[in-house]
């Protein structure tokens, strides 16, 4: 089959589209997909100490988890070490975040894998350049977006907005994921997946707090996620 891609990103940076991304590749692989993920920028990289270049940590455990032999520069290209948004740090590094090189990175994943899984740093608006976002970038791959959201205070109006931009912008939305982060309960966590549903029209999946990450990280809305995508 051609390869499918699908960009995950969030209505804010720290929600979980990391966590997602694993989720939903460990599903692919079950069923017998070969997975590979592409992280096109990731920023607030630690230096590691034997070869003093950034080490991306969100990217490296992607790999990890879809097991591809890809080559780190491929999945992440740009490596940079303060945590801004990525146009801001490649700036500040002298660094020019290039379109084309992006693409090129995309196109080889493809290539040589089954799915792609493309990560935003940040929410969907958040720059790659002055004039380049991670938006535009959902329209040069032609993806569609799956949006995780955190569920706390805020969040309702946050997805709404970026759900306006991708129906603004006609990029395809395959779902929604509101993500529980920690135990903290209250009028907004025990009302907020109710309140989505009834205002979006995409499917809504939520995933329980999980302190050990460990029964979340197969919860069945990933299986559900899965088959979706390659339907």
């Given at each position: 089959m051609a390869a499918r891609g699908l960009l995950i990103t969030g209505t804010d940076t720290g929600v979980g589209k990391t966590f997602v991304g694993c989720g939903l590749a460990a599903a692919l692989r079950r069923r017998g997909l070969r997975v590979a993920p592409f992280k096109p920028a990731e920023t607030g990289c630690e230096l590691d100490s034997a070869t003093q270049t950034p080490q991306p940590l969100d990217a490296l455990l992607l790999r990890q988890v879809t097991q591809t032999d890809a080559p780190l520069e491929t999945i992440c290209p740009y490596r940079l070490r303060e945590p801004v948004a990525?146009?801001?740090?490649?700036?500040r590094e002298g660094v020019q975040i290039d379109?084309?090189?992006?693409?090129?990175?995309?196109?080889?994943l493809t290539a040589s894998h089954d799915c792609v899984l493309v990560?935003?740093?940040?929410?969907?608006l958040v720059?790659?350049?002055q004039s380049f976002h991670f938006g535009d970038l959902a329209r040069l791959l032609k993806l569609p977006v799956l949006l995780v959201a955190g569920s706390r205070l805020g969040v309702?109006?946050?997805?709404?907005?970026?759900?306006?931009?991708?129906?603004?912008?006609?990029?395809p939305v395959l779902a929604c994921i509101l993500n529980r982060q920690d135990d903290q309960t209250?009028?907004?966590?025990?009302?907020?997946a109710a309140t989505l549903r009834r205002l979006l029209r995409y499917s809504l999946y939520?995933?329980?707090?999980?302190p050990t990450r460990q029964q979340s990280s197969v919860h069945p809305i990933f299986d559900e996620l899965a088959e979706r995508l390659i339907a």
């Open positions: 990525p146009w801001v740090a490649a700036e379109p084309t090189r992006l693409e090129n990175c995309y196109q080889q990560e935003t740093a940040g929410g969907i720059p790659l350049t309702i109006n946050q997805t709404l907005l970026t759900i306006a931009y991708l129906e603004k912008t006609a990029l209250g009028p907004a966590i025990e009302t907020n939520e995933v329980p707090y999980d």
